[in-house]
């Protein structure tokens, strides 16, 4: 399956996710977005840095946000491989694979714990083929 497939059918697919991308571990290169879904180099480092838990990273996420495709986000939860963040009724979902970063947003319309579900499954599945 394509880098695109994932985000068109797994993601969005889902019902669960209106926007997503998939971008590499290094932070170097976006592998697939969602159409009008941007992350930009330097938001893509930033997300490195946080989820290498680089402290001085964590800190100004938990004290500034993080900024996704233009959007900035309140952190609600840092863990070992995910990082969680909120919009009002908008959040972002991002968990580190092997050699992705996949990141999955919700709107309005949908669950917190549903969307974050469907972005954890699709990590566990990449790491478990070895991406």
């Known amino acids: 399956m ?3 497939a994932y985000v068109d059918s797994s993601l969005v697919g889902s ?3 209106d926007k997503a991308a998939i971008i590499s571990v290094a932070g170097d290169s976006v592998w697939a977005t969602s159409s009008g879904f941007t992350v930009n180099p330097e938001e893509m ?3 490195v840095a946080v989820l290498s838990v680089n402290s001085g990273a964590v800190d100004k996420a938990h004290a500034d946000g993080i900024h996704i495709a233009g959007e900035r986000y309140v952190v609600t939860r840092i863990e070992e491989r995910s990082v969680y963040g909120r919009q009002g009724r908008t959040g972002i979902c991002v968990v580190k694979t092997k050699q992705a970063i996949i990141i999955g947003h919700y709107g309005e319309g949908q669950q917190v714990g549903n969307a974050t579900q469907t972005v ?3 990590a ?3 790491i478990k083929v070895g991406y």
């Open 15 to 17: 019902g669960h996710i």
């Open 120 to 122: 954890e499954a699709l």
């Open 2 to 4: 394509s880098w695109q």
């Open 45 to 47: 480092k930033n997300l």
């Open 124 to 126: 566990d599945y990449l």
